[in-house]
């Protein structure tokens, strides 16, 4: 049995109507939207206590977002983002479409008219030709993206409209994709919208055909009932009296869902709490496509390479014939066999015949303390009067499953981290040659996949070929090193191609590179993603794995310098340029279909812009492009001409400064010298940062977009800039991310001394020019660290990728393992608890487990659903160390107070012995932000049990984190890496108030007393 533990989706709808209620911006209690008659268009107003203005009372603040047109605007609908900035949803009266506006701050608001607001962006979301966007509801889900449900006047049909929400197709907006969800009949008035316990979301709208209230559920996929298959649609109150207008949905805090509507037969308010599918329902499964077959036993293996057991069919050993099992993610297996007549698991034909069933289920919405059982029972009308299903005819065991009490809280993650030799520049660091023949590194792109492994795209100067390479950890080939495989993507004979790379993933996994082909003729802006087989880069000298694609080569050799490829909220990616023949900064977008085609590639799966040509400018040098928390692109770049830093931001209409109306373009720094080497990042409240390089003054800078009141920049008091680093020369090749916390961090080149350097953000007490930053040397022999590329893998550690200009070599830094301190998700979207993500278990970080294997779970397909979750590999959970890696488990827990003795101990194995590399047991010290040991063992054989316990010496309340209302203190279990690697393994990871407590039977108690206490938590075991 596969379980998918969701208990935290409790928490996912913390944020629905909640700050509309309790506050709004400028400290006010509360806001509100409206129509003004005089005015056609839309008013924002804020409570402020004392002092407003523009109200009718001093005690609010009016403000006309959009004033709009002579027919003005309607049925408005307000919500806070997860930056805490408002969005009103509207109806366009005259161009009878749908709009939003969002909240920017500042002066740098477009869209909202010449009399509207310069704090607000006002954007056409939907305006298909028909009349769309009346009634609409807006709401954030719990990714942050926003939804919006409106009535399709011409088609009468509920309409959904989101950002990053994977359902719809392209809107009006292009950032935006929109549906219709339910066309059954005359429905989709009055709309109510909200997200469910587990993250999916709620649409409440009235059914005019059947006069009832109808609700909506996005599902995904396409086992929906309703116009759009990935949704499910029903009646929730058709009583035969005019029901359902002006209806609204919310989910309690117990996760219930609760619908107000109106009741025009009797004039009446009604109510209706929508029915559960019950406590415990099955989810989406961890492995395999629903239903499978499981064709080996697995339930009495003794380890992960057990194939004896694995393969036999004594079924725990009972000397029994084997049966195909069956793995599924429905609670009811319906046949799949073709001719309709075989049930999912055929009937047996042996005496003493077994079989294994496997499934998950989503636990968000069971009682806590309870114990639910399961029997598998078959459906069929042979005997109406005894019911459908029936089980087996006597049942004397059940399987089952127990729900932890409230308040016993564990969390824990794992990963590897590649362990190289220690930087010259600091041991902390680890450094390595990746690729070290014929003069290859320059034009460094790094990104991590979704297993969690870095790949990094490169130029080969010797033969001006576009090269990949991704760690493997052992048995790569193509490299300076095994740990991991490089290939030549691309190598056309007398062509240059690779310069300006850049990689991202798109969200299944794809990596997609966009680079420059120098190619006189035929040249340009090239996208290439990996494939399967038969890749066009392999007719081209490269390879088979690849398609390669010319986007743009309008100008020839002048097109595709600066190349910055992002995956969009849709999924598809994007990529700024620079058009170095025109001086223009541009931007090409997969479409997928039905594009406009490029300068001399008039594909249909890609569209171009010019997105800034003002002027005599040359405009787009060190481009960089991304997307913010609400899914709006941005892209850094530089004004050459005017030594300016500038930035675009895509508005949808009514842009300024640029020579597209869909982007407002700024300038924000500027010097007496070019500015350059830009490099862009969003914080985790959505606002982009940018570094660059002053070359005046040889110093590296940050700009941080603040909306208005910023400072230290020349241009922009939308910006605020900050000089990180004028020490020795640098700041050029520099590369900003953030990291789990929400710090940022950059890496550069010093040109003075050729090191590759870190800045770290730490708000005070640094040693950089700017005191909030500490900055060091990583790598210091020879001259290194141009082209530089930081990114963070999913546990929050840091690593660059860099080119060695002395030995002309592609170089990667890493830290050894992460000194920051775990990350608690309180809010996980539905979509990544997924087993082949997290082991269907929560995680401590932004990160992921990653396993052995790069296909579903960790081993074969017949896993289905036990992959880490069940699978019985000896009762422990199984981390894969390749060699030269540290493996590593986190666990944190919760306390009700931060002031009790703590004891920890786990217990394990690992194929290495102890004495060859070190077991350690850290503690998180939150005072200090910094891991400290309480325990080692030097002693441990290879394969057999090892123990670690401790407990923290300092002040314990220095090692608790408080959170809503309970204590988080964390822990971490390593062992350093060795040459041969193995498995590394928790089998039970302990936690107690006290060293004198025992454990017995799963609960601590007190050997003085015999009294059992089941308050505290109690250990983790697979």
């Not at 989706?9 to 909640?18: E, F, G, P, Y």
């Not at 268009?41 to 804020?46: D, I, P, T």
Request: aromatic share 10%.
């Amino acid at each position: 049995m596969g379980l998918r533990d969701s208990g935290l989706d409790r928490q996912l709808n913390r944020h629905v109507q909640l700050d509309s209620v309790l506050g709004g911006r400028s400290g006010g209690s509360g806001l509100h939207t409206y129509n003004n008659g005089t005015l056609s268009g839309v008013k924002y107003a804020a409570y402020v206590g004392s002092g407003g203005t523009g109200c009718a009372t001093a005690a609010w603040t009016c403000t006309v977002v959009e004033a709009g047109s002579a027919t003005g605007v309607d049925y408005t609908s307000i919500q806070f983002d997860h930056a805490d900035d408002p969005w009103i949803a509207y109806y366009d009266k005259s161009g009878t479409a749908l709009k939003v506006a969002n909240y920017v701050g500042g002066t740098n608001g477009t869209g909202c008219g010449a009399t509207g607001s310069t704090a607000w962006t006002c954007e056409t979301i939907d305006n298909t030709g028909t009349d769309v966007g009346s009634w609409p509801s807006l709401m954030f889900g719990p990714a942050g993206n926003p939804w919006v449900s409106f009535y399709d006047t011409t088609n009468t049909a509920l309409r959904i409209a989101t950002k990053g929400g994977s359902f719809g197709s392209q809107c009006t907006d292009i950032t935006w994709t929109c549906g219709a969800v339910d066309n059954t009949g005359s429905v989709g008035q009055y709309t109510g919208l909200a997200a469910d316990a587990s993250g999916k979301i709620i649409a409440s709208y009235y059914d005019a055909t059947n006069t009832s209230m109808r609700v909506a559920r996005y599902v995904g996929g396409s086992s929906g009932n309703c116009t759009a298959t990935s949704w499910d649609c029903g009646s929730v109150d058709n009583t035969g009296t005019d029901t359902g207008q002006y209806t609204s949905v919310a989910v309690a805090p117990d996760g219930n869902i609760w619908a107000s509507y109106y009741d025009v037969t009797n004039t009446a308010l009604r109510a209706a709490q929508v029915t559960r599918g019950g406590e415990i329902i099955p989810s989406a499964g961890l492995a395999a496509v629903s239903p499978g077959t499981i064709a080996t036993s697995q339930s009495d293996m003794t380890t992960v390479s057990d194939t004896t057991n694995k393969n036999d069919a004594d079924c725990i050993n009972v000397d029994a014939a084997w049966n195909n099992g069956v793995w599924g993610s429905g609670s009811e297996a319906q046949s799949n066999q073709t001719s309709g007549t075989n049930s999912i698991l055929p009937a047996g034909n042996v005496l003493g015949q077994c079989t294994e069933v496997a499934f998950t289920l989503d636990t968000s919405q069971a009682t806590a303390g309870s114990t639910y059982r399961f029997i598998v029972a078959s459906s069929n009308a042979d005997r109406p009067d005894k019911g459908t299903w029936r089980g087996p005819a006597g049942i004397t065991a059940y399987a089952t499953l127990t729900i932890a009490s409230a308040g016993i809280t564990q969390r824990f993650s794992k990963d590897t981290n590649p362990s190289f030799a220690a930087c010259d520049g600091s041991s902390t660091w680890g450094c390595e040659a990746v690729d070290s023949t014929n003069n290859r590194g320059q034009y460094v792109g790094m990104a991590y996949d979704p297993a969690g492994r870095p790949w990094v795209s490169y130029y080969d100067s010797s033969a001006t070929a576009m090269r990949v390479a991704r760690y493997v950890g052992t048995g790569g080939t193509g490299c300076a090193t095994t740990e991991w495989t490089c290939i030549q993507m691309e190598n056309q004979a007398g062509r240059t191609t690779g310069q300006y790379s850049s990689i991202a993933f798109t969200k299944d996994g794809t990596p997609w590179v966009a680079y420059r082909d120098n190619n006189t003729t035929t040249g340009g802006l090239k996208v290439a993603n990996r494939v399967s087989s038969s890749g066009t880069c392999g007719s081209i000298g490269g390879s088979t794995s690849w398609n390669c694609t010319t986007i743009d080569n309008g100008t020839g050799t002048g097109t595709g310098q600066y190349t910055s490829v992002a995956v969009s909220p849709s999924g598809a990616p994007w990529s700024a340029y620079y058009d170095n023949g025109n001086g223009f900064l541009k931007l090409a977008m997969n479409v997928g279909s039905g594009g406009s085609g490029c300068g001399g590639q008039p594909s249909p799966a890609w569209s171009c812009l010019t997105v800034d040509s003002s002027g005599s400018a040359n405009f787009g040098s060190s481009a960089h492009l991304g997307f913010d928390g609400n899914g709006t692109a941005w892209i850094s770049y530089v004004d050459s001409t005017n030594s300016q830093l500038r930035l675009a931001q895509y508005v949808g209409s009514g842009g300024s400064g640029c020579s597209s109306t869909q982007w407002t373009c700024t300038a924000v720094d500027a010097n007496t010298g070019a500015t350059g080497f830009s490099s862009m990042a969003f914080s985790t409240t959505g606002r982009p940062y940018v570094s660059y390089y002053d070359s005046t003054n040889t110093a590296l800078r940050m700009a941080q977009y603040v909306g208005s009141g910023g400072s230290g920049c020349n241009i922009s008091s939308a910006w605020t800039c900050t000089t990180v680093d004028n020490s020795a020369a640098d700041g050029q090749y520099s590369s900003i991310a953030f990291d789990a916390q929400g710090d940022p961090w950059i890496s550069y080149h010093e040109s003075g001394g050729g090191d590759l350097r870190i800045a770290e953000y730490v708000t005070s007490g640094g040693n950089c020019t700017s005191a909030a930053w500490n900055c060091s040397s990583v790598n210091t022999t020879n001259t290194v660290g141009t082209y530089s590329s930081l990114a963070f893998d999913h546990s929050g550690n840091p690593a660059v990728a860099y080119y060695d200009t002395t030995n002309l070599d592609l170089r990667l830094a890493k830290r050894h393992i992460n000194a920051g301190k775990p990350k608690v998700v309180e809010i996980l979207s539905a979509g990544a608890r997924s087993g082949r993500w997290d082991d269907g278990r929560y995680h401590l970080d932004n990160g992921l487990a990653p396993r052995s294997s790069t296909g579903d779970c960790n081993a074969v397909t017949n896993d289905m659903g036990y992959c880490g979750v069940a699978n019985n590999d000896g009762f422990t959970d199984t981390l894969y160390v390749s060699p030269n890696e540290r493996p590593f488990y986190t666990f944190g827990v919760t306390r009700s107070d931060n002031t009790s003795p703590t004891f920890v101990q786990w217990r394990g194995a690992s194929d290495v012995a102890a004495s060859t590399a070190t077991m350690t047991l850290e503690v998180f010290n939150i005072n200090s932000g910094a891991w400290e040991s309480i325990g080692t063992n030097t002693s441990c054989a290879a394969g057999s049990g090892c123990t670690l316990i401790g407990s923290p010496s300092g002040t314990l309340s220095n090692y608790y984190e408080l959170i809503g209302s309970v204590y988080w203190i964390y822990f971490r279990v390593s062992q350093a890496p060795s040459t041969t690697g193995g498995l590394f393994q928790t089998n039970v990871f302990m936690f107690a108030p006290t060293t004198d407590l025992l454990m017995r039977h799963g609960s601590w108690f007190d050997p003085s007393s015999q009294t059992a206490d089941r308050s505290q938590p109690y250990f983790w075991a697979d």
